[in-house]
């Protein structure tokens, strides 16, 4: 009897202990993705390893506007959509704000999840961010 107890014990810790292991990694894994509330993500080029096209978007949650940094972009000719979490897609504009940033506008749009679609046509890239407003 005091055998299976001891089991039982043994079987108590294990599963906290790995439900306190997992939440450990979860917040390294989300510490380093998230810094200041920026969303950041590369390509990695297959022959030489190279990140690229490593795009950030911030603030979020977003009030006015989003600003967009690409940084070592092998985009030629990169243009923005931005959808609505059911799919609508909604005009925008982004304003340059300098040679890999770039400002858009939103406001007069409903506090809400939005997707921020990034394509290029001529390289094939096509990545999508997801973004509050608040």
């Known amino acids: 009897m005091a055998f299976?107890?001891?089991?039982?014990?043994?079987m108590f810790?294990?599963?906290?202990?790995?439900?306190f292991f997992g939440m450990i990694q979860t917040s390294?894994?989300?510490?380093?993705?998230?810094?200041?509330?920026?969303q950041m993500e590369g390509q990695i080029l297959p022959n030489?390893?190279?990140?690229?096209?490593?795009?950030?978007?911030?603030?979020?949650?977003?009030?006015?506007?989003?600003?967009v940094e690409i940084k070592q972009s092998e985009l030629q000719n990169a243009?923005?959509?931005?959808?609505?979490?059911i799919g609508n897609e909604i005009e925008i504009t982004p304003e340059a704000m300098g040679e890999d940033k770039f400002r858009i506008?939103?406001?007069g749009y409903p506090a809400g999840f939005y997707f921020l679609i990034i394509e290029d046509d001529p390289s094939q890239?096509?990545?999508?961010?997801r973004f509050l407003i608040k």
């Open 105 to 107: 506008g939103l406001v």
């Open 48 to 67: 030489n390893f190279e990140a690229v096209n490593i795009i950030g978007i911030y603030p979020n949650p977003a009030t006015e506007y989003i600003m």
């Open 125 to 129: 890239f096509k990545k999508a961010f």
């Open 13 to 19: 810790f294990m599963k906290y202990f790995f439900l």
């Open 4 to 10: 299976y107890l001891l089991i039982l014990k043994f």
């Open 28 to 38: 390294f894994i989300m510490a380093q993705n998230t810094i200041n509330g920026a």
């Open 79 to 85: 243009h923005f959509v931005l959808t609505s979490m």
